[in-house]
C-alpha cells in the first residue's frame, strides 16, 4: 500500500500548516487511515485517524487545532495544522490499516515522513 507525504517545512508558532499524503484507491475503502508524528528522542504518537466513512478521532493535544480530512476521488489524506507550536516539532508519518476504530497498533502501512519544525 503506497503512502506519499508531502507538505512538511517550517513554520513560526502561531502559523498554519497543510501535509497531504497520497493513497492507492482502493486503500481508504479497506482501510483507516492516519497521521502519527514522532519527534526526536520520543515515541511515535497517533495524532489523528479517520475510519473508512470519514469518522475522525483525535489525540487531545491537537483537539481544536489540527483537523484530519480524506478525498476519495483525488486519492489524498490531508491534516491541515493550525495554531502551531513548537511541541508539535516531528516527523509526520501517513499510515493505513485496519478497521474502526482505527487504533495505531493495526496501522500496517507507513509513508516515509515529512519533517515539520515549528520555532517559538
Known amino acids: 500500500v503506497p503512502l506519499v507525504e508531502s507538505g512538511g517545512g517550517s513554520m513560526q508558532a502561531g502559523g498554519s500548516l497543510k501535509l497531504s499524503c497520497k493513497f492507492a484507491a482502493y486503500t481508504s475503502s479497506s482501510y483507516c487511515l492516519g497521521w502519527v508524528r514522532q519527534a526526536p528522542g520520543k515515541e511515535r504518537e497517533g495524532v489523528a485517524r479517520?475510519?473508512?466513512?470519514?469518522?475522525?478521532i483525535y489525540v487531545d493535544s491537537v483537539k481544536g487545532r489540527f483537523t484530519i480530512s480524506k478525498d476519495n476521488a483525488k486519492g489524498t489524506l490531508y491534516l491541515r495544522m493550525n495554531s502551531l507550536k513548537p511541541e508539535d516539532t516531528a516527523i509526520y508519518y501517513c499510515?493505513?490499516?485496519?478497521?474502526?476504530?482505527?487504533?495505531?497498533?493495526?496501522?500496517?502501512?507507513w509513508g516515509q515522513g515529512t519533517q515539520v519544525t515549528v520555532s517559538s
Open positions: 499510515a493505513a490499516g485496519g478497521t474502526w476504530p482505527c487504533p495505531q497498533s493495526n496501522f500496517r502501512y
Open positions: 479517520i475510519g473508512r466513512f470519514g469518522t475522525p
